[in-house]
């Protein structure tokens, strides 16, 4: 027999196992009752009355409680570790948003399947603990002096340039009575991905670990590394100037990858020519940035448009001829993003002006760019010169013959008919000839070379392969695992070499889990919610994961039940458009919009779920801009230039019982997406259909002219519910206008934040919430989140990630919290015979059914 506890308080018994099965309980419990027997009845979780782990016996003429351990909670929650905002806490998301661009957000958003959690989330004291969050690093100082050149006159102007302050955030839980008779709100949750607060996983990481090989036989490792995840057997360098070398090594073998890649797009020579140019000033700018210096200006000349600037010898070996560059924080100008469209951007990477000559304290410039640094311009744009006269030409030379190995990779594979998309590519590492140490005037180098192709084999070549790691455990040994040796360490150095451990995830996997379902009835049924987030673009491989496609491949208990796209192409759209928000607000992004919230997609997985344990597995594939499909990810980008794809993921089950999905299929609509899953099978039939073939998506403005608009929906009547889905995909929320949400249906309302300021000192504010303040029961439950400017203060001025939760103590509440264990890392890896490592490489599963 079946009985359900209900998901927010109260003592009535659930219907959700048919009449029959009902009638029958009222007679068994007649029949204990007339025989002086107790009857059990569990009674749900609350402040008041017994525990949620209380078992109630009813025997003739009292009433006595006795604790007994349940066997499943109402809620269970997963958290991957390190995420928590406090030690000993774990957050559970309630809603995740992203901020507009330099605009506020109202939005009403359903939370009835939370129900279970929040009912569980009671601590001893009867609190309620909820957090609010936005990733921001302003405050109310956050700006700077800057100087705009106009590019049409070439006048310079100083201006304070804000980044804004922060916002006000209001939110309120609001809790709608119930309609009829039927409880339709979820007997159980489990969460096993909380989103910002654990659930945010790397995508498709490139790491290197320090170490130093001993004897020539065993590497070890500075600190325990987990290779299991890794897509082949990592390369082992020797690098004696550690990781920093290593990365620059990277940074040249991205150049040279990404050539080649550029040599193989179709296109005409001179818009390939015009890439790789732009490539190499990217990276030639990445390169001499570090060693830059700054001089500090003593006298403008304005009628030779000369500067007397004093230096320090001992950070700089300055020459005449050497160039001097704006500090490029210090200007902006405009800039043609797109056709048609021209942004304020910082001033581009080129020399202003030369050193004229040199003294032992100073030097004299001469500037050929638009600004001189004044009184009038607050003593900006500030100026820099190289750190030695070879430095931007070393930086130049060897970017560029890292790009021309790329091209020449490209001109034999295409030779030799040779087709490497299907391989798997390693990251690149290339080092000078002799290592980094020896490495002379590239400048020079090439003065003594005929041409490009010889200088590319004089100059570039991979460092030292020392070894590859097979990952596998050897016997007898936890720390110890086996190294395939394809070149022992060099005698001179076998006693303490520094080696390098390259390590790369070429994801297809992101987590997998094992939970707990409870018993189900006849006619119960399991929804899925998915809400995904991608973040990280800048530097990254398909400016991923922001801006790239991503498939989420759903296995539950060993079936595929579904592949999910949360990308979003519908920006262009959004209400909060360009009449009130900056920035590429209409830019599609992956799984959000600048001013949206993100509920969530909604899967009934009821026939690929059971009763007691269960496996989740997560899978990812993206779409790859180089070979033009889906498949797994490695972010050689990022590795290379210092930037990580990353995915913040909320991921919860909920189970109905039967009465309520009854009750729910007869409505005559879904009110909410959940209630669409279960009606209609998904929330979204479109996201279970990803697109075969992705088109660039960076190339258009969108809707710039489309009108702001501004939902103006009203209950109908006191019994008929709030119609969530009405609003979506926006959800937005005009309270002048459309007064209190569910005031007409007696909806109560929690005030948890009261026009907080969040910023960068208080990116995560905190609220206790009185269990007595809630409804005894509720029936719809709901968040309206209002972000507004902040007194005195402006707005933000960027999209940031931001979550809104429930914060759950160890042991403190009801709910059962799980911290996720963390992969096991070992330091000492044995050095063993050299073995043909390409067979451990495993190929990759880009179908997708």
């Not at 390369?235 to 040249?252: K, T, V």
Request: hydrophobic letters at 40%.
């Amino acid at each position: 027999i079946c009985l359900d506890a209900p998901a927010g308080g109260g003592a009535r018994v659930r219907g959700s196992c048919g009449t029959s099965k009902m009638f029958l309980l009222v007679l068994l419990g007649a029949a204990a009752m007339s025989l002086g027997r107790a009857v059990q009845v569990r009674l749900p979780p609350s402040s008041r009355g017994a525990p949620a782990d209380t078992t109630v016996f009813s025997e003739p003429g009292q009433l006595f409680a006795q604790r007994r351990p349940r066997p499943l909670p109402l809620a269970t929650v997963v958290a991957e570790p390190g995420q928590a905002p406090a030690v000993n806490e774990t957050a559970a998301e309630l809603l995740r948003f992203v901020t507009a661009y330099r605009a506020g957000l109202e939005a009403l958003v359903d939370i009835t399947p939370y129900s279970p959690l929040l009912a569980s989330a009671v601590d001893a004291d009867g609190e309620i603990h909820f957090y609010a969050f936005i990733d921001t690093w302003v405050g109310n100082g956050s700006g700077t002096d800057m100087v705009y050149i106009n590019n049409v006159t070439g006048q310079c102007v100083a201006e304070r340039h804000s980044y804004g302050n922060g916002w006000s955030l209001t939110l309120d839980l609001v809790l709608w009575p119930e309609r009829g008779a039927v409880d339709i709100r979820p007997k159980k949750s489990v969460t096993l991905a909380t989103g910002y607060f654990g659930g945010r996983f790397p995508l498709g990481v490139v790491d290197v670990h320090e170490g130093h090989i001993l004897d020539g036989q065993v590497v070890e490792l500075s600190a325990p590394a987990d290779l299991s995840a890794a897509a082949a057997p990592p390369q082992i360098y020797a690098c004696p100037g550690g990781p920093e070398e290593a990365m620059r090594a990277a940074l040249l073998g991205f150049a040279a990858q990404q050539a080649d890649r550029i040599e193989r797009k179709p296109g005409s020579p001179e818009e390939r020519d015009a890439a790789k140019q732009e490539l190499e000033d990217e990276l030639v700018e990445m390169l001499v940035t570090p060693h830059l210096q700054e001089v500090k200006v003593i006298t403008t000349f304005d009628h030779n448009r000369s500067v007397l600037a004093g230096y320090n010898a001992s950070l700089m070996n300055a020459s005449a001829g050497m160039p001097v560059f704006f500090q490029n924080a210090d200007v902006y100008t405009d800039q043609e993003m797109y056709e048609g469209l021209w942004w304020n951007l910082t001033y581009p990477f080129k020399p202003i002006g030369r050193v004229l000559n040199v003294s032992d304290e100073t030097l004299m410039l001469q500037l050929d760019g638009p600004c001189l640094p004044s009184a009038a311009t607050k003593s900006l744009p500030k100026l820099l010169i190289p750190a030695g006269p070879s430095v931007l030409s070393e930086a130049k030379s060897l970017i560029g013959s890292a790009v021309w190995h790329g091209h020449l990779s490209a001109t034999l594979a295409a030779l030799h008919r040779r087709r490497q998309d299907d391989e798997l590519v390693e990251p690149l590492l290339l080092e000078p000839s002799g290592g980094w140490s020896r490495w002379e005037s590239a400048t020079e180098l090439h003065a003594q070379l005929p041409d490009r192709g010889s200088a590319l084999e004089r100059l570039l070549g991979p460092p030292i392969v020392l070894g590859r790691a097979s990952l596998q455990v050897e016997t007898g040994g936890a720390s110890v695992q086996a190294l395939q040796l394809q070149q022992r360490s060099p005698s001179n150095e076998a006693s303490s070499s520094r080696a390098c451990v390259v390590v790369q995830r070429r994801q297809g996997h992101l987590f997998a889990r094992q939970f707990e379902l409870p018993s189900a009835c006849d006619g119960d049924r399991v929804v899925l919610q998915l809400s995904v987030t991608g973040h990280g673009w800048s530097m990254t491989t398909d400016q991923c994961g922001e801006y790239c496609h991503v498939v989420y491949r759903l296995i539950l208990n060993g079936q595929s039940i579904g592949n999910v796209t949360q990308f979003r192409d519908d920006c262009d759209s959004n209400p909060i458009n360009g009449s009130v928000q900056h920035g590429t607000w209409w830019e599609s992004r992956n799984g959000w919009c600048p001013g949206s919230v993100e509920p969530g997609f909604f899967l009934d997985v009821s026939k690929w779920s059971s009763s007691g344990q269960n496996k989740l597995e997560f899978d990812v594939v993206v779409w790859s801009n180089h070979t033009q499909r889906y498949e797994a990810y490695t972010d050689f980008s990022g590795f290379a230039l210092g930037d990580q794809a990353s995915l913040t993921v909320g991921f919860s089950l909920f189970t109905y019982g039967s009465e309520s999905v009854k009750a729910i299929l007869q409505q005559e609509h879904a009110y909410t997406a959940a209630e669409a899953a279960l009606r209609d099978g998904s929330s979204s039939p479109q996201s279970l259909a990803g697109p075969l073939v992705v088109e660039d998506e960076m190339s258009g403005r969108g809707g710039l002219e489309a009108a702001s608009r501004v939902a103006k929906l009203r209950e109908e009547a006191r019994n008929v519910r709030y119609d969530f889905e009405a609003r979506a995909p926006w959800y937005l929320f005009n309270e002048t206008v459309e007064g209190s949400p569910g005031v007409e249906a007696g909806a109560a309302r929690i005030r948890i934040f009261d026009s907080a300021l969040v910023q960068g000192a208080t990116r995560t504010v905190t609220a206790s919430i009185s269990r007595s303040a809630f409804s005894e029961r509720w029936g719809q439950a709901a968040l309206q989140l209002r972000l507004s400017r902040p007194d005195g203060l402006e707005f933000d001025h960027w999209d940031r990630q931001a979550s809104v939760g429930l914060l759950l103590r160890q042991g403190g509440q009801d709910a059962r919290v799980i911290v996720a264990e963390p992969p096991i890392g070992h330091r000492r890896w044995k050095l063993a015979a050299s073995e043909d490592a390409s067979a451990a490489i495993p190929t990759v599963d880009a179908a997708l059914a």
